[in-house]
């Protein structure tokens, strides 16, 4: 599934940049070597961050 129509990221694009290590939208765009354009999938790429960090505050417990 698409986050950012405008760039073509996937799901699985934004995964990867989390496991590189990515902590905002705007590491997910440079992780993708892209540039946000209308700036939609922001919000969403936010919220697959937040359930990572709480995923791995989960997992450290
Ligand atoms: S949907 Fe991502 S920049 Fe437009």
Request: aromatic share 4%; net charge neutral.
């Amino acid at each position: 599934m698409y986050v950012c129509n405008c760039n073509g990221i996937r799901e699985r694009d934004v995964q990867s940049a989390l496991e590189a290590g990515a902590e905002r939208p705007a590491d997910v765009f440079r992780h993708c070597q892209a540039a946000p354009q209308c700036a939609k999938c922001v919000c969403d790429m936010r919220r697959m961050i937040q359930a990572s960090d709480e995923a791995l505050r989960y997992a450290a417990q």
